[in-house]
């Protein structure tokens, strides 16, 4: 199973991953990037067994294990800032919910790891070490003002919010529970990364031993023959 675990904090709604076309770029919030990638995964690999966890100042199984991936996908494009209560981003929650994985299961965790609002990191969340776990921090800016998900600007006492890259703290997460550490700051990076963790886990087998494959398959076929 691939599971995506996806950061709905208010910075995700930050516009500020570059988008490129043809004629022109534009810029889109976290989120809509990481929602591409997620869809460009499920679409290129339609057999695998996926889920969407969310998570915030709480967690949420968003999407249990599907193959079903139009309903996936579906439900993937409706995710918002809007659908967890929120305090503070808390990266500890990952590891309450890593409980419910195999060993042989991928995570992939999104998010823009807001210097400002992260907790202490647990005991426990850094004993997660897993061989399979990927992190991507999302975005560019090294500071930027918290929005709502209708791109007004959050203030406290009438100021507005800001908050600063994460960056640091994601690498020192990655470092920490050995995951593969990645950035995602365009889309053009979707479809590279993508392929890459989609394909760390398969076995590969190099000209001589297809070889020996093939003659040992062609054997089992004359006996049964």
Known sequence: TT???VDT???MNTKDVTQYSKTQSITISRLQAIKEFV???VQSEPLEMYSLIIFWDSIDFYIPPTQDTGLFLEYLNQINTNL????WTNINLIWDISVNFKSIDKLIIFSD???ESNPKLSKEFLKLKRNNAYLIWVGSKSWWEVRYADDSVLKKELVSVISKRGDKIAKYISKKINSKYYTLDNTSKITKLSKEITNS???S???SQTQ???ALLGLLVLIWI
């Open 205 to 207: 087998f190099s000209e």
């Open 39 to 41: 869809t460009q995964t």
């Open 212 to 214: 020996i494959v093939v």
């Open 201 to 203: 886990n398969r076995i």
């Open 113 to 115: 790891f807001d210097y």
């Open 84 to 87: 967890l209560p929120w305090w």
């Open 9 to 11: 904090s208010n910075s």
């Open 3 to 5: 599971n995506f675990i």
